[in-house]
């Protein structure tokens, strides 16, 4: 038994966008948001994930999963691989995004309701040890919530650490499930939840279609290839850095192994950035 990645942008939308098994996204819901008693979301509805602008020019946002409750409490849930510059002033654009375009010009406020955002993150992004962040608009002193319609979930599967043995809740079987699902050879034995199971069966690869798996082998390429080209400029960016430090440690008159040590450039690329302050003189 074989199961797809959920980090996958073809899977994740695949079993938590299902329009047909909407049990996965109620429990996945319920558990992450600890959704109790007369909270807890009995029914929910797909919306198109294209978040449209009002105004002609603005710019069109595409998300994973957007769905609304039977309250009309909107959630956005966004699976992000890597740490991209902006990314905190995007995921605020998204919630705005969702928030505000429930109503049109001239439409009563009255009739807008909650944007709850979840984000799962496949890095450490907060200081915080813990895997799972709730982040709310309140007064700084006094802890008071007068806004309460927008609301910022995060789970940091870097920070999730539990063996299967070690898991308490519902909560940790879906971030389990989503972290470690590709290297999984059968379902777990204590998964007692209809909304987890439905999602681990839909994540059996012999469950997929030849042309569904195609594309999920697609799009995992791609993130390869976006996280290369990331990896090559953080690299690109440190070996700048040291040749600064060492344009700087040269007209400082340092020798040579003193340089080679501090910045682990190698004897040929000091010299040659020796040459090259003299002939810019």
């Known amino acids: 038994m074989k199961f797809v990645d959920i980090k996958n942008d073809i899977a994740f939308r695949k079993i938590f966008g299902n329009e047909n098994k909407k049990e996965i996204l109620i429990s996945f819901l319920n558990a992450v948001l600890k959704l109790e008693n007369k909270d807890r979301i009995k029914t929910i ?25 039977e309250k009309g409490n909107i959630f956005i849930v966004e699976m992000q691989l890597t740490d991209k510059k902006g990314l905190d002033k995007r995921i605020q654009y998204y919630g705005a995004k969702g928030y505000s375009s429930q109503i049109n010009s001239g439409d009563e406020y009255l009739k807008l309701k909650p944007m709850i955002f979840i984000g799962i993150l496949d890095f450490k992004y907060f200081d915080s040890p813990n895997y799972i962040s709730r982040h709310l608009i309140m007064d700084n002193d006094t802890g008071e919530r007068k806004f ?19 898991i308490e809740n519902l909560a940790d079987k ?38 569904e798996l195609e594309e999920y082998e697609y799009a995992k390429m791609r993130e390869q290839d976006e996280k290369g080209e990331i990896e090559l400029a953080e690299d690109r960016a440190k070996q700048q850095e040291k ?34 302050i003299k002939n810019s003189r």
């Open 148 to 166: 309460k319609d927008l609301e910022f979930n995060f789970i940091e599967l870097q920070k999730f650490t539990k063996e299967l043995s070690q």
């Open 45 to 69: 509805s797909l919306l198109n994930p294209f978040q449209l602008p009002n105004i002609k020019g603005l710019k069109v946002t595409v998300i994973d999963v957007k769905a609304t409750d």
């Open 243 to 276: 040749i600064e430090m060492a344009k700087k440690m040269i007209l400082a008159k340092e020798p040579i192994d003193k340089i080679t040590a501090y910045t682990e450039l190698s004897i040929e690329i000091i010299e040659k950035i020796i040459n090259d």
């Open 174 to 211: 879906w971030i389990y499930f989503i972290k470690n699902s590709e290297n999984l050879d059968v379902i777990p034995e204590n998964i007692n939840d209809s909304g987890l199971l439905t999602a681990y069966k839909d994540a059996e690869k012999h469950n997929w279609t030849k042309a």
